[in-house]
């Protein structure tokens, strides 16, 4: 599993080094073309932020059973799922859970996909055209209306997320250069109340987190991530100022070198962070593989943490 890891964290790598940040740019709905199953987490960024104009990925046997192939001398791009097995004791018996039901251990597994602009022989399907789409910015605002997290206080300098009061902090929005800024940091700050004990319960909110240390980085990146995986999911993701410095970059690029899952990870969290925006909730052996929409639970008041404000002072030059 670590050269997976390494593959797929070095193309990270090289698009920081070429000035970009993979995750502040939009991109495409990349899914399957046999399942037309969409791809979530890493997944999802990294086939959608490719150089291919196709949404549509297959590997390779799926190519032949199409009817095609793929064309000589193209390069696969990995993707990562998840299998499950029943955990099983020192005897070989089926470890249960309190609630009765085998106790499953996800391991994570990799494949080779390839772009339909990479194959010859199979024909594009049409895409098909949906009902006229809400405008980008009444997504974001019907999104943070709906959403079942904390309050939100248009008040302070700089936009925060306090685990210990359990709410978000933000300038209200004519502070920002524009709307698509004020709910992309807004998208950000709620990806960090995400991680409160009530809901996903994350270490880098619960935990006593110091500034710079492993847990605040891989948290802030968790929220980077989360913000822009609601903000491509509305629309606004390409109206987003981003003013990305040289240091912001090398920091990452040096991150990565460090703990090449790092970005897997990360990109795991801010996918159930989106999907708990987004009122859906999963299981644990959905594990990012499939989730399913249940109904809301009802709203409850969460119990303090000792814990310090998550303060992000860094939004402060897209205002």
Same mark, same amino acid.
């Not at 709905?29 to 791809?39: C, D, F, I």
């Not at 990294?46 to 297959?58: A, E, I, K, T, V």
């Not at 199409?66 to 470890?95: T, W």
């Not at 399907?125 to 206080?153: F, H, N």
């Given at each position: ?37 969409? @791809? &979530? ?14 949404? @549509? ?13 793929? =064309? ?44 339909? =602009? ?14 006229? #789409? ?10 943070? &209306?709906?959403? #079942? ?31 698509? $800024? ?19 319960? &994350? ?40 003013? $990305? ?12 070198? #460090? ?15 989106? #999907? ?18 249940? &109904? ?24």
């Amino acid at each position: 599993m670590k050269n997976i890891y390494a593959a797929i964290t070095e193309r990270f790598i090289e698009q920081l080094k070429q000035g970009t940040a993979p995750w502040r740019k939009s991109w495409l709905s990349a899914q399957n073309l046999v399942s037309r199953k969409s @791809y &979530r987490g890493i997944n999802a960024l990294l086939l959608g932020s490719s150089r291919y104009d196709s949404p @549509y990925w297959m590997t390779f046997r799926q190519s032949l059973e199409l009817g095609g192939n793929v =064309q000589k001398g193209e390069k696969a791009s990995p993707i990562i799922f998840y299998k499950f097995q029943e955990k099983r004791d020192q005897e070989g018996k089926v470890v249960f859970s309190q609630k009765g039901t085998p106790v499953s251990i996800p391991f994570i597994r990799w494949s080779n996909v390839f772009n339909l =602009q990479q194959t010859e022989g199979i024909t594009a399907p049409a895409l098909e055209a949906g009902p006229t #789409d809400q405008p980008a910015l009444e997504k974001a605002e019907t999104l943070v &209306r709906e959403a #079942d997290l904390c309050s939100v206080l248009h008040q302070g300098f700089a936009p925060s997320y306090s685990p210990l009061e359990d709410v978000i902090r933000i300038p209200p929005v004519s502070r920002f250069h524009s709307s698509e $800024d004020y709910h992309h940091t807004l998208f950000h700050e709620m990806t960090h109340a995400t991680g409160h004990a009530s809901r996903l319960d &994350r270490e880098g909110i619960t935990q006593p987190t110091k500034f710079g240390s492993d847990r605040y980085s891989k948290e802030e990146l968790v929220a980077e991530l989360g913000a822009a995986f609601l903000s491509n999911e509305t629309g606004i993701l390409d109206q987003v100022r981003f003013e $990305d410095s040289a240091a912001y970059l090398h920091s990452w690029v040096q991150r990565f070198h #460090d703990d090449p899952a790092l970005i897997i990870s990360a990109a795991s969290h801010a996918q159930r962070s989106t #999907d708990w925006v987004r009122g859906i909730r999963q299981s644990e052996d959905e594990n990012l593989q499939e989730s399913k929409s249940v &109904r809301r639970p009802e709203y409850a008041i969460a119990p303090s943490i000792a814990m310090a404000t998550h303060a992000r002072g860094s939004r402060h030059s897209r205002w």
